[in-house]
């Protein structure tokens, strides 16, 4: 979500308008800050537990911004009770994009917990919300499903810029993201050492997450010798490791659309995900690989992949550049963004 968020921070400056990021502090955000090309960062304090992010000024805060629009990245904390509060306010447009987070996956999980924001502020919040944004139909039903609104904004995330056609990689497939039981490091790690691959193939993880699912990773990682648990990567790193992959893996149990999966694409790189991924062009023009969310899929996904002759990869990795510089670009999706924007601010408050 917060390389989506970036993304969409540059969508509102190259339309000529000036991106507010308005964050709850936390120890990573002087890292982040400069990912936002120099747009304003209003950082508001948290008190209690992170994971609920309660942050008692951000109302006032989100009022003091001089908003023309509100965007709120992310649902089930805080800052939907502030947003609906500051849409309440002000009676200017509300846009919330719940990045997946409204997935049967997700809704299943921490049920107790979700009933309660549910009754506090979420429907409230989806209920005041101008609209409701979704990154694709599938995530258009959840939202229908779960709000009973029919009237989701379906825009995708924009890929990268599209990179130079790759020379033909040594067989490393990358797995970039957060490590999470969602997705599904279990079965990519069981497939690979299940799979049939070169002798010199090597799987190379990267990311963040809990502790305890970093120390689940650690262990795991360390009964297979070809494999490797690198950390987080940004920026060059990242862009080393995606150079060097001739796959990407994502066999993720739920997603809303994720950026990994774009930014291999725009980088040239073929992939091996699921179709919760919910990134169905992939596999329509040859850019994918349905990994399914088995143990056993994700082996005979890789093996397939791995069959592949140099010429075969060069066009599954033309597909994936044709399609982030095509209906995932950043021109395509700024256009929508601007389009929708633009529209809800001519509505009367």
Same mark, same amino acid.
């Given at each position: 979500m917060a390389e989506a968020v970036v993304a969409q921070a540059a969508i509102v400056r190259d339309a000529g308008a000036v991106p507010v990021v308005v964050t709850l502090a936390d120890a990573s955000l002087k890292d982040d800050a400069e990912r936002f090309g120099g747009a304003e960062i209003v950082a508001v304090p948290v008190r209690g537990p992170a994971r609920f992010g309660f942050a008692p000024t951000l109302a006032r805060e989100l009022e003091g911004a001089q908003l023309d629009v509100l965007h709120l990245h992310g649902i089930w904390m805080y800052p939907s009770k502030a947003a609906r509060i500051w849409r309440q306010r002000t009676g200017k447009p509300l846009v919330i994009s719940p990045h997946g987070m409204l997935a049967p996956w997700i809704t299943a999980r921490g049920k107790p917990q979700k009933a309660v924001a549910r009754q506090l502020y979420e429907?409230?919040?989806?209920?005041?919300?101008?609209?409701?944004?979704?990154?694709?139909?599938?995530?258009?039903?959840?939202?229908?499903?779960?709000?009973?609104?029919?009237?989701?904004?379906?825009?995708?995330?924009?890929?990268?810029?599209?990179?130079?056609?790759?020379?033909?990689?040594?067989?490393?497939?990358?797995?970039?993201?957060?490590?999470?039981?969602?997705?599904?490091?279990?079965?990519?790690?069981?497939?690979?050492?299940?799979?049939?691959?070169?002798?010199?193939?090597?799987?190379?993880?990267?990311?963040?997450? +809990?502790? $305890?699912?970093?120390? #689940?990773? /650690?262990?795991?990682? =360390?009964?297979?010798?070809? *494999?490797?648990?690198?950390?987080?990567?940004?920026?060059?790193?990242?862009?080393?490791?995606?150079?060097?992959?001739?796959?990407?893996?994502?066999?993720?149990?739920?997603?809303?659309?994720?950026?990994?999966?774009?930014?291999?694409?725009?980088?040239?790189?073929?992939?091996?995900?699921?179709?919760?991924?919910?990134?169905?062009?992939?596999?329509?023009?040859?850019?994918?690989?349905?990994?399914?969310?088995?143990?056993?899929?994700?082996?005979?996904?890789?093996?397939?992949?791995? +069959?592949? $002759?140099?010429?075969? #990869?060069? /066009?599954?990795?033309? =597909?994936?550049?044709?399609? *982030?510089?095509?209906p995932f670009s950043a021109t395509t999706v700024a256009r929508e963004w601007v389009a929708a924007y633009a529209a809800l601010m001519d509505q009367p408050a």
């Amino acid at each position: 979500m917060a390389e989506a968020v970036v993304a969409q921070a540059a969508i509102v400056r190259d339309a000529g308008a000036v991106p507010v990021v308005v964050t709850l502090a936390d120890a990573s955000l002087k890292d982040d800050a400069e990912r936002f090309g120099g747009a304003e960062i209003v950082a508001v304090p948290v008190r209690g537990p992170a994971r609920f992010g309660f942050a008692p000024t951000l109302a006032r805060e989100l009022e003091g911004a001089q908003l023309d629009v509100l965007h709120l990245h992310g649902i089930w904390m805080y800052p939907s009770k502030a947003a609906r509060i500051w849409r309440q306010r002000t009676g200017k447009p509300l846009v919330i994009s719940p990045h997946g987070m409204l997935a049967p996956w997700i809704t299943a999980r921490g049920k107790p917990q979700k009933a309660v924001a549910r009754q506090l502020y979420e429907r409230g919040a989806w209920r005041a919300a101008s609209r409701l944004h979704a990154l694709t139909g599938a995530e258009a039903e959840d939202i229908r499903c779960e709000s009973g609104r029919r009237d989701a904004l379906v825009i995708p995330n924009a890929a990268p810029a599209v990179e130079a056609a790759p020379p033909f990689p040594d067989p490393v497939v990358a797995f970039i993201g957060r490590i999470h039981p969602k997705k599904n490091l279990a079965a990519l790690i069981a497939g690979w050492e299940q799979a049939r691959l070169p002798a010199e193939a090597r799987l190379e993880i990267a990311g963040w997450g +809990a502790e $305890e699912d970093v120390a #689940w990773l /650690r262990d795991r990682i =360390a009964e297979v010798p070809s *494999a490797r648990f690198l950390g987080p990567v940004y920026g060059a790193e990242k862009a080393e490791m995606l150079r060097r992959a001739r796959f990407v893996a994502l066999p993720s149990f739920s997603e809303g659309l994720p950026m990994a999966i774009l930014e291999s694409w725009a980088a040239g790189v073929p992939t091996v995900m699921s179709v919760e991924c919910n990134l169905d062009e992939g596999f329509d023009a040859g850019a994918a690989f349905d990994s399914g969310m088995t143990a056993e899929s994700v082996a005979a996904a890789l093996t397939r992949a791995f +069959a592949l $002759e140099e010429g075969d #990869w060069r /066009r599954a990795s033309d =597909a994936a550049r044709s399609l *982030a510089d095509g209906p995932f670009s950043a021109t395509t999706v700024a256009r929508e963004w601007v389009a929708a924007y633009a529209a809800l601010m001519d509505q009367p408050a």
